[in-house]
């Protein structure tokens, strides 16, 4: 009986050992909630983009250019300049800051990448295929009051060789937007994101 | 010889043959690759590195070795992407692997994961540097600049002969609007150059802007000392454009092993760079352009002689690790003699068999990178560019050089000559290309 009962349990155990060992080898997938707070590491990620976003968008949403104004003002989005150590597409910063500020009517935006794609629709139209009366009037584009752009910055700095379990390495992120007058050029509003994390990593490893 | 040992011999025997084969020899795929490139099939190099079989110990040397031949051959995006996996399996491995180096105690370094140089590490960036220019990328070569002086700053001793990647990123950053970074790595260069007039020349504008005057009165003085005027053509006057050429020439040098006998049955293998003669020689380069030969004042950086500063400065390192294995190997010779001494004899011979220099290492790389900077006319030129001794020349029927703008032009030395490195698709699978159809 004592001996059934022992071979019943090191079968269970064999079972359990081997379901342990597929599910750990079987690739899952989850749901992120991208409104959260998700690193993996030290590197730029879509929680800073969304924090950045997050706070220059209600900066520059209650700068008094943008709240003073009667009317909602009209920018051009000349792009965040990416000076970091990391490839990083700063157009997804403008992108998203554009559409916060567009949904909520504080600013308008006239979009510079679609510039020649407007030149080159004009001229089809003006071309003879399309019918006078459903032509765009020309000259009638609005021009833009203030220009956005900024720079985003990286500094990382590794801890200096010494004896130690664990190597650690810091990096910081800051993020600065300017708006600047187009007919004066002064610069109206600035405001600036820091982030900063820390990445720690055991130097012994099997 | 007693009954236990004897039934001992097949069981230790196969473990150290295991050990032998799986602890030494290159993957061939590797050595494969490298002879393509060097016949003028960069195709199939890269083919047999995608395809072949490359062990994990040397998948580092895999991802450099591809990412220089897509460089070279003007597969930029497919050259962007190993470097990138190159530079975080670099990352992946600065840790000690514990199991890893319990092996590399009994066999050798060549069993381990290969890390890299810290030279190497540098010219993965550079290569990244040099693959976003030919794309016109200033801001993603920028990217890779930064990144390059991580690796300076970590490994400063090591590196500080590669007075072309300082200037060169230096440059990207300068043009990217940082002149404050590009100031403070042209400093650095022009200290490391000893004071090279050429470094002088560019970095000027950079310590004006970024408001260094005592960097400013340094190159000045070091300008005073370029008789015929040609650094200072570097600046474009207004209506000018430049063209900033970056020449890869040559061919970096091969570690080799050296043996230290510390007993008859008993060595110490360790690599070193042999002092080459062709490595002292500056690969010189000539530029004609529209017929009339172009004064230059070229920026050079030997890529052997950086290479074994970096060896050199893991000197202590590889040392510490070979008493080890000595201690090691030794220890067990003693034990196993114990139990036979036949068996004694042969796990020392073995041993020393075994016994190899990690002689890895990324070995497309060219021997030289020069940079050159000139201002230029705008408007269409025929630019001659010619290097070393041998007459390879390349000639550039249409350089366009813009108002205001660089140019920028990159050469690599390959078997048919000197080639203009411009981006290029990989070539279709043979499936679907389109085949003749017969009527």
């Known amino acids: ?206 | 010889m007693t009954g236990t040992s004897m039934r001992r011999w097949p069981g230790i025997a196969l473990a150290l043959i295991a050990l032998i084969a799986g602890g030494c020899a290159t993957s061939g795929a590797i050595v494969q690759a490298r002879g393509d490139f060097r016949a003028g099939d960069p195709d199939a190099a890269l083919a047999v590195l995608a395809t072949g079989r490359i062990a994990e110990r040397d998948r580092l040397v895999a991802l450099m070795e591809g990412g220089f031949i897509a460089h070279a051959s003007g597969r930029i995006h497919d050259s962007i992407r190993l470097l990138r996996d190159a530079a975080r399996l670099v990352d992946e491995l600065d840790a000690v692997f514990v199991g890893e180096q319990g092996g590399a105690l009994l066999v050798s370094d060549r069993a381990t994961r290969y890390r890299g140089e810290y030279a190497e590490r540098l010219w993965i960036r550079t290569v990244q540097m040099l693959n976003h220019l030919v794309l016109g990328d200033w801001e993603g070569a920028s990217v890779e600049a930064r990144q390059a002086i991580e690796v300076f700053d970590r490994y400063a001793e090591a590196l500080q002969a590669d007075v072309f990647t300082r200037t060169l990123l230096a440059r990207v950053l300068h043009a990217v609007g940082e002149p404050g970074a590009a100031a403070i790595e042209y400093a650095l260069a022009f200290e490391q150059s000893g004071g090279q007039v050429g470094v002088a020349a560019l970095a000027r504008s950079a310590a004006r802007e970024a408001g260094r005057p005592d960097d400013v009165v340094r190159y000045d003085k070091a300008l005073e000392r370029d008789a015929r005027g040609v650094a200072r053509q570097v600046q474009a006057r207004t209506g000018d454009g430049s063209l900033l050429l970056i020449v890869a020439s040559g061919q970096v040098p091969r570690k080799r092993a050296g043996n230290l006998f510390i007993a008859p049955d008993a060595r110490i293998s360790f690599p070193y760079y042999p002092n080459f003669p062709d490595m002292a020689i500056i690969d010189g380069i000539r530029l004609v352009l529209d017929g009339e030969p172009l004064p230059i004042d070229p920026i050079g950086t030997r890529l052997g002689q950086v290479a074994e500063a970096s060896l050199a400065a893991r000197a202590r390192q590889v040392v510490t690790r070979q008493t080890l294995r000595v201690v090691a190997k030794q220890g067990l010779g003693v034990a196993a003699s114990r139990e036979d001494p036949a068996l004694g004899l042969l796990v020392n011979a073995l041993f020393f068999l075994l016994e190899e220099a990690d002689t890895r290492s990324w070995r497309t790389l060219p021997g030289q990178w020069t940079l050159i900077e000139r201002a230029l006319p705008t408007g269409r030129h025929r630019l001659e560019v010619s290097a070393g001794s041998s007459g390879r020349r390349v000639v550039i029927e249409d350089l366009r050089i813009d108002a205001g703008a660089t140019s920028v032009l990159v050469l690599a030395d390959g078997p048919e000559g000197l080639q203009r490195i411009t981006p290029r698709a990989a070539p279709a699978p043979a499936a679907t290309r389109v085949s003749e159809v017969s009527p």
């Open chain 1, 1 to 206: 009986m004592t001996d059934h009962r022992t071979g019943a349990v090191q079968r269970l155990a064999v079972v359990a050992l081997l379901a342990l060992s597929l599910a750990g080898c079987a690739a899952t997938t989850r749901q992120l909630d991208t409104e959260g707070t998700t690193n993996y590491d030290d590197t730029y990620g879509f929680s800073d983009k969304n924090e950045i976003v997050d706070v220059l968008t209600e900066s520059l949403a209650a700068s008094r250019p943008v709240a003073s104004a009667s009317a909602a003002p009209i920018a051009v989005i000349y792009g965040v300049a990416n000076r970091t150590s990391e490839h990083i597409d700063t157009s997804g910063i403008t992108d998203d800051i554009r559409n916060a500020l567009l949904r909520s009517g504080d600013l308008r935006f006239v979009s510079r990448p679609q510039r020649d794609n407007l030149t080159l629709e004009a001229d089809y139209q003006y071309a003879g295929f399309v019918a006078p009366e459903q032509r765009v009037a020309e000259g009638r584009q609005v021009g833009a009051d203030y220009i956005v752009s900024g720079t985003l910055r990286s500094i990382s700095k590794r801890q200096p060789s010494q004896w130690r379990l664990n190597k650690k390495r810091y990096t910081y992120y800051s993020m600065t937007l300017e708006l600047t007058d187009l007919e004066s050029g002064e610069l109206v509003w600035a405001d600036s994101v820091e982030l900063a994390r820390e990445l720690s990593q055991p130097i012994l490893r099997w």
